[in-house]
């Protein structure tokens, strides 16, 4: 067992009393359990076949705190660029894992968009029904997370609503006082035919080596729709392992997008369990890392139910020393007849000390199914690269503007027109290249 | 040779044939037309035994015989063709192994020998030059890829092969610019005999310029509605369904 | 497609099921190291050939059975395993009419008759039942060219300085579980190697069957092609049924020196099992192939057979310009279960490696493709193509893939497909009213589906092949 380990184990002893929901002897009851299913397993390792390929050893080592405190010093001025400035959005702040109601901008007007804390007392019913149905248990991270999350977004959105604008998430870390094990969950409910777009960020600020382990659960009723925007933008130190778990029902249709580009190391366990019929599930990721970064994308979409339709569409770009990972899971179930399932996984290596592991996997259990995955490896055409500089166009800006072609298909769903900006605006300066005439 | 009487028809809840009466006999041509969702396809598919269609009343009758209980390759080995509108792709397999086997079968099915690979070799390369195709496309795989003509060209071709008492062609026109329809309507005139009788079904007077109908009938709406000479097409071509959909409104 | 149609596939029986009465010297069943001694001793094998077996079975002692495999089966008991048996023979046979005519008989039920085989195809075989050549066949011919095919007892007899060179270099003794027991108690297979700048002119074939109840095989089969010669192999199993589960452990090792190229097809049918799951044969089995410059292995396998399959036909691409290619048909139905697949490691500049994997699963079986595509840091220029169907027939079966895809290298150009299918009503209409019943319209599709494989077969195996995938598929595919 791990020194952090340990340490989670003896802190749980000190932190619990302490807990939100502490009074609630159901949410007491799935700590409990959750922290003795993480103390038989521990952490996991290169042994271990879903970490086959990202080795956790070098961001575990750290001494880090794990039970956090609020951070009041923070102004707006310093989250600012965190944030879609030029848009209206609902705002949930949360500073080292406690809420920051100063900086936010919550309702509890047609629907809840509060906190997992408030959410906890307020709820009780509500968090009995859903908190922990939709992550399972016995995965290690989740398993941590769900001893100690207490706090996080609630989101709430009553059948036939939908929210007038945009709920942004945004995590920040403040780590003056050494390294911070973070830990934080959204429970987040779109019930019959409402509608709801969600923005979410992990922010680490200071040169401190922070960890964040986040749960966020995902529960869209029937002819739901959600739209999930990670962006994924973090401090060279900061380690991120997020979970979410998506579960649908009948013809609702949900959308996750994983945009990163931060980070010392980035760990998406993005998991959608089709549970009715019709449903529909979008995955798109584009990750541009470079030196010293590992983003590993790991996607299940679970078909349970016939007649349902999965897209999933990740575009990697890889500079420097780095190293992606995909390893995309479509399972469809006996029952589910009609599925029609797409997966496409498309890199480029750009340095030849960057590394790609990817794998794309089908477990089929239905005959009647359409069901295709791809996955490519390989670098900018030569013919079209040549076509650009025929016409004049540098060399440098040629390959800038193919490069981005590339990634940017993954934005076609993107819904919200200031976030497609913002990110087309990222993808340009990662890739160093001037945006006017890409865009 | 076919005798059609009250034929209905539904898929699943949905009545489609609603009472279809005709009669070819050999020699004839004849031609059905309609507008599109009259059930000119439906008819087409339930006389070559299309199990997603279910008959709910009326007979099919060729040459004397109930067609009902027969599956699709027995009616097929009575001498029964469709042109599919849609023609299938069948990956990996060649147009000249599927055309060698689907004869071979419709001979075994009537208890006659295999056809000889010479006689087999002479009779493709005959058929491909009467439908001007080049031999190449003998070797490439089921319409896998073939273009809306050749899908159809290689219909025909079959056709030629299979020499058929009934040729069905389901809007084997669709698709085709005015040299493909050429080589196609040629090549149905020439596979002609006093004993074959060809059903054509289309949307447009076109094809009829060059596959000349004795008989032409409208289909609206499950039945029926008007049957006369190549005049009836022409009409049709000048005043469009309307007029056909108004009488029957 | 109908449910009748259905029901008849998990009908179909194995055609080959029968056994042969032939008396056998059969060592009682355990495994230690005096057995070890004791088929070394019957072999007649030098030291050396010994202290390898000891070696390898020291190393397996301390191995455990893989467990990451998509399949499920009870594990063999290795103790109750007989690890020796040879049918009781003269010493040397110079022609057929001294072959056991029992045996003669077995061979033609399955189709393979000698006289057959040498005077209409002219190939030579070399024939192996339950481990020990009674047969070969074309020695003449292929000595004047300065190729050498024979038993792996022979060869280790007879060329010992080439085997101890090259047994076990491109699968170590401690390479996996199954392939350190075959190591230890390997009691024959096929030694082939071809000489530099000679192309065989014949195809090099043998036959593979269990004879004996309980009797473990474990066939070991070293191919060598020397600098720019040529050789196409093709090995081809049939066993009888049984109602024990048998184990079949091979190890086969190909070296393709500079330029050369080797062609390795297998047509794999032992017992399946049957219609309950009840029996069949265990087939674990390792093979891989080693490139050096320009040189090309092509692996192309037919598997219908066997209860359990596990087996990945793999190649190193170790010198500049070297191919690998793997094509494969894997066909389940009842309760088989197969996972196979290929690895592919570039390591030299410029290799290049194509995949076609055709799965089909039938009845309550489970097909998983399995497979490994890696660029290493300094492959430049490396290039892989995969294709990987599976088509489902019914709704009790599973098609499972797991592709491992590792790039590190910034040329490397990598395309993996996959697709899941049915045959489609509209496909069998098709047929149906072209004249063509739905077995044959069934037969014909499938075939279709598996033709870019098939292809890849010398001719007379691909018809061979093509038979077998209707047997496997029967009821449906005719």
Same mark, same amino acid.
């Given at each position: 067992m791990t020194d952090l380990a340990q340490d989670l184990l003896s802190s749980f002893v000190v932190a619990e009393p302490q807990l939100n929901g502490s009074r609630n002897l159901g949410v007491v009851h799935l700590r409990k359990e959750a922290l003795d299913r993480f103390e038989a397993q521990g952490f996991p390792t290169t042994r271990d076949e879903e970490w086959k390929y990202t080795n956790?050893?070098?961001?575990?080592?750290?001494?880090?705190?794990?039970?956090?405190?609020?951070?009041?010093?923070?102004?707006?001025?310093?989250?600012?660029?965190?944030?879609?400035?030029?848009?209206?959005?609902?705002?949930?702040?949360?500073?080292?894992?406690?809420?920051?109601?100063?900086?936010?901008?919550?309702?509890?007007?047609?629907?809840?968009?509060?906190?997992?804390?408030?959410?906890?007392?307020?709820?009780?019913?509500?968090?009995?029904?859903?908190?922990?149905?939709?992550?399972?248990?016995?995965?290690?991270?989740?398993?941590?997370?769900?001893?100690?999350?207490?706090?996080?977004?609630?989101?709430?959105?009553?059948?036939?609503q939908t929210v007038d604008k945009p709920i942004e998430i945004l995590y920040l870390t403040t780590n003056e006082n050494g390294p911070a094990f973070s830990q934080v969950r959204n429970l987040i409910i779109a019930e019959q035919n409402a509608e709801v777009q969600l923005l979410e960020r992990h922010q680490n600020i200071g040169d401190q080596p922070s960890f964040t382990n986040f749960v966020s659960e995902v529960f869209a009723a029937r002819d739901a729709r959600v739209s999930y925007y990670k962006v994924q933008n973090d401090s060279d130190e900061a380690t991120l392992v997020d979970n979410t778990h998506v579960v649908q029902k009948e013809q609702s249709n949900v959308h996750v997008g994983t945009y990163t580009f931060g980070g010392k190391l980035v760990r998406n366990n993005l998991h959608f369990y089709s549970a009715g019929e019709r449903a529909e599930s979008h995955m798109d990721g584009i990750t541009i890392i470079g030196d010293g970064q590992t983003v590993d994308h790991h996607t299940l979409v679970?078909?349970?139910?016939?007649?349902?339709?999965?897209?999933?569409?990740?575009?990697?770009?890889?500079?420097?020393?780095?190293?992606?990972?995909?390893?995309?899971?479509?399972?469809?179930?006996?029952?589910?007849?009609?599925?029609?399932?797409?997966?496409?996984?498309?890199?480029?290596?750009?340095?030849?000390?960057?590394?790609?592991?990817?794998?794309?996997?089908?477990?089929?259990?239905?005959?009647?199914?359409?069901?295709?995955?791809?996955?490519?490896?390989?670098?900018?055409?030569r013919n079209a690269l040549f076509y650009l500089r025929s016409r004049g166009i540098p060399k440098r800006e040629a390959e800038g503007l193919m490069t981005y072609a590339f990634a940017a298909d993954a934005l076609e769903y993107v819904k919200i027109p200031q976030l497609e900006k913002r990110l087309n605006r990222v993808i340009a300066e990662k890739l160093g290249i001037n945006l006017e005439f890409a865009l | 040779?076919?005798?059609?009487?009250?034929?209905?028809?539904?898929?699943?809840?949905?009545?489609?044939?609603?009472?279809?009466?005709?009669?070819?006999?050999?020699?004839?041509?004849?031609?059905?037309?309609?507008?599109?969702?009259?059930?000119?396809?439906?008819?087409?598919?339930?006389?070559a035994g299309r199990e997603d269609y279910e008959v709910t009343g009326g007979s099919i009758d060729f040459e004397g015989e109930d067609l009902m209980d027969l599956d699709p390759e027995e009616r097929a080995h009575k001498g029964i063709f469709l042109s599919f509108q849609?023609?299938?792709?069948?990956?990996?397999?060649?147009?000249?192994?599927?055309?060698?086997?689907?004869?071979?079968?419709?001979?075994?099915?009537?208890?006659?020998?295999?056809?000889?690979?010479?006689?087999?070799?002479?009779?493709?390369?005959?058929?491909?030059?009467?439908?001007?195709?080049?031999?190449?496309y003998l070797s490439r795989s089921l319409n896998e890829g073939f273009s809306g003509g050749e899908k159809k060209r290689n219909e025909i071709f079959q056709m030629a092969m299979l020499e058929p008492k009934l040729a069905i062609l389901d809007e084997t026109d669709s698709g085709l610019d005015i040299d493909a329809l050429r080589i196609v309507a040629g090549g149905v005139n020439k596979l002609r005999t006093a004993d074959n009788a060809v059903v054509v079904i289309t949307h447009y007077q076109r094809l009829l310029d060059y596959i000349k109908p004795d008989f032409v009938h409208v289909l609206f709406n499950g039945k029926i509605v008007k049957s006369g000479g190549p005049e009836l097409a022409h009409e049709l071509e000048e005043k469009g369904y309307d007029w056909i959909k108004a009488e029957n409104a | 497609m109908s449910d009748e149609i259905l029901d008849e596939i998990t009908a179909?029986?194995?055609?080959?099921?029968?056994?042969?009465?032939?008396?056998?010297?059969?060592?009682?069943?355990?495994?230690?190291?005096?057995?070890?001694?004791?088929?070394?001793?019957?072999?007649?094998?030098?030291?050396?050939?010994?202290?390898?077996?000891?070696?390898?079975?020291?190393?397996?002692?301390?191995?455990?059975?893989?467990?990451?495999?998509?399949?499920?089966?009870?594990?063999p008991d290795f103790q109750a395993v007989s690890y020796y048996s040879a049918p009781k023979q003269k010493k040397e046979l110079d022609s057929l009419d001294e072959v056991d005519p029992e045996l003669l008989r077995t061979f033609e039920r399955l189709g393979i008759s000698l006289d057959e085989q040498k005077r209409l195809s002219g190939v030579a075989m070399d024939v192996v039942v339950d481990s020990v050549s009674v047969a070969t066949t074309f020695k003449k011919t292929l000595a004047e060219k300065g190729i050498i095919f024979c038993s792996m007892s022979e060869a280790i007899q007879e060329h010992s300085e080439l085997v101890r060179k090259h047994l076990g270099t491109v699968i170590p003794k401690r390479?996996?579980?199954?392939?350190?027991?075959?190591?230890?108690?390997?009691?024959?297979?096929?030694?082939?190697?071809?000489?530099?700048?000679?192309?065989?002119?014949?195809?090099?074939?043998?036959?593979?069957?269990?004879?004996?109840a309980n009797t473990g095989q474990f066939e070991r089969t070293l191919v060598i092609a020397d600098e720019g010669s040529y050789v196409s192999y093709l090995e081809g199993c049939t066993a009888?049924?049984?109602?024990?589960?048998?184990?079949?452990?091979?190890?086969?090792?190909?070296?393709?020196?500079?330029?050369?190229?080797?062609?390795?097809?297998?047509?794999? &049918?032992?017992?399946?099992? +049957?219609?309950?799951?009840? =029996?069949?044969?265990?087939?674990?089995? %390792?093979?891989?192939? #080693?490139?050096?410059?320009?040189?090309?292995?092509?692996?192309?396998?037919?598997?219908?057979?066997?209860?359990?399959?596990?087996?990945?036909?793999?190649?190193?691409?170790?010198?500049?310009n070297s191919i690998g290619e793997f094509y494969s048909v894997a066909v389940t139905n009842n309760y088989q279960q197969a996972d196979t697949g290929t690895k592919m490691i570039h390591l030299g500049k410029n290799t290049k490696s194509t995949i076609i994997s055709k799965g089909i699963s039938a009845g309550k079986s489970h097909n998983s493709y399995r497979?490994?595509?890696?660029?290493?840091?300094?492959?430049?220029?490396?290039? &892989?193509?995969?294709?990987? +169907?599976?088509?489902?027939? =019914?709704?009790?079966?599973?098609?499972? %893939?797991?592709?491992? #895809?590792?790039?590190?290298?910034?040329?490397?150009?990598?395309?993996?497909?996959?697709?899941?299918?049915?045959?489609?009503?509209?496909?069998?209409?098709y047929c149906n009213q072209r004249g063509i019943g739905t077995e044959e319209a069934i037969a014909l599709i499938v075939n279709g589906y598996c033709k870019d494989v098939l292809n890849q077969l010398p001719m007379e195996f691909a018809v061979e092949a093509q038979k077998l995938l209707e047997v496997s598929l029967e009821g449906s595919v005719g």
């Open positions: 956790l050893k070098p961001v575990l080592k750290h001494d880090y705190r794990i039970l956090l405190k609020g951070d009041d010093a923070v102004s707006f001025a310093d989250i600012k660029s965190y944030l879609l400035s030029d848009l209206d959005t609902y705002k949930l702040v949360f500073i080292n894992g406690k809420y920051s109601s100063w900086l936010s901008d919550s309702t509890h007007q047609e629907f809840d968009v509060c906190t997992f804390a408030a959410a906890l007392n307020k709820y009780p019913d509500i968090i009995a029904e859903y908190l922990g149905k939709g992550a399972p248990k016995g995965e290690t991270f989740v398993d941590l997370n769900t001893a100690f999350a207490d706090d996080g977004a609630f989101i709430r959105v009553k059948a036939n679970d078909h349970q139910e016939p007649n349902c339709y999965s897209r999933e569409l990740y575009k990697g770009i890889y500079l420097g020393k780095s190293h992606g990972i995909f390893n995309g899971k479509v399972m469809v179930r006996q029952k589910a007849q009609k599925t029609n399932a797409f997966q496409q996984n498309d890199n480029i290596l750009l340095s030849d000390k960057a590394k790609v592991d990817t794998k794309p996997q089908l477990e089929i259990f239905a005959d009647d199914v359409r069901c295709s995955h791809g996955c490519t490896i390989g670098q900018l055409d | 040779m076919i005798k059609i009487n009250n034929l209905q028809a539904r898929v699943e809840d949905k009545e489609i044939l609603k009472g279809i009466n005709l009669e070819v006999n050999p020699g004839e041509i004849h031609a059905i037309m309609g507008p599109n969702g009259s059930g000119k396809s439906t008819l087409s598919s339930v006389i849609y023609p299938v792709e069948i990956p990996g397999v060649t147009v000249s192994n599927f055309i060698k086997t689907a004869i071979n079968e419709s001979r075994k099915g009537r208890g006659e020998e295999p056809m000889k690979a010479r006689e087999m070799l002479a009779k493709m390369r005959e058929k491909t030059a009467l439908l001007e195709m080049d031999k190449s | 179909s029986d194995y055609k080959y099921g029968f056994t042969t009465d032939i008396e056998s010297d059969t060592v009682p069943p355990g495994l230690n190291e005096d057995v070890i001694r004791l088929i070394s001793e019957k072999k007649n094998e030098p030291q050396w050939m010994l202290d390898w077996r000891l070696d390898a079975y020291k190393t397996w002692l301390a191995m455990v059975e893989p467990e990451w495999h998509n399949v499920t089966y009870t594990k390479d996996n579980f199954y392939a350190a027991l075959n190591s230890a108690v390997f009691t024959d297979g096929s030694f082939c190697y071809i000489p530099k700048g000679v192309r065989c002119p014949m195809e090099l074939s043998t036959y593979f069957r269990i004879n004996e009888p049924s049984r109602d024990e589960n048998q184990l079949h452990a091979a190890v086969v090792e190909l070296v393709a020196m500079d330029n050369a190229e080797i062609k390795y097809s297998t047509v794999q &049918n032992w017992y399946p099992g +049957d219609a309950e799951g009840k =029996g069949g044969v265990f087939n674990f089995v %390792t093979k891989r192939g #080693i490139c050096e410059r320009n040189a090309k292995i092509s692996w192309t396998q037919v598997e219908t057979g066997s209860a359990v399959t596990w087996k990945y036909p793999s190649c190193i691409l170790k010198g500049d497979g490994l595509v890696r660029v290493g840091a300094r492959a430049e220029n490396a290039r &892989n193509f995969s294709q990987c +169907d599976s088509l489902l027939m =019914g709704d009790q079966c599973g098609a499972h %893939t797991f592709p491992y #895809i590792e790039a590190q290298h910034p040329t490397a150009q990598i395309e993996h497909e996959a697709t899941t299918s049915k045959i489609g009503e509209d496909q069998i209409f």
